[in-house]
């Protein structure tokens, strides 16, 4: 059951995720830290729309932000995030199935 002080943050996450594009950003950092330029190669978005959705996730606490080389690298915040993009992926496959029947 989850404790009544951490539905309201626990809701800002999933609104935080509930975009396609922030759901792709998730899904690609799962992997490991990328830098917008590589986020933008992968998910053949621009530049300045990946820019405005990751700051929706940084504010958020879905990712963090560090600069290294020059270039700003994001990774996921929370590394439970991994097990909550693996179930999205589960719970997907058994709502395809139940919409086929």
């Known amino acids: 059951m989850i404790e009544p002080q951490n539905r309201q943050r626990i809701a800002e996450v999933l ?11 998730v899904e690609a950092l799962v992997s490991g830290p990328l830098n917008v330029r590589e986020l933008e190669q992968r998910l053949e ?11 929706v996730l940084r504010l958020n606490g879905v990712v963090e932000a560090r600069r290294s080389n020059g270039f700003q690298f994001y990774s996921l915040f929370n590394p439970h995030l991994v097990q ?11 709502c395809q199935s139940n919409e086929e029947s």
């Open 15 to 25: 609104k935080a995720l509930g975009h396609p594009l922030r759901l792709q950003i």
């Open 45 to 55: 978005a621009p530049q300045a729309i990946l820019s405005q959705q990751l700051k």
């Open 84 to 94: 909550l993009m693996q179930c999205l992926q589960k719970c997907q496959g058994h």
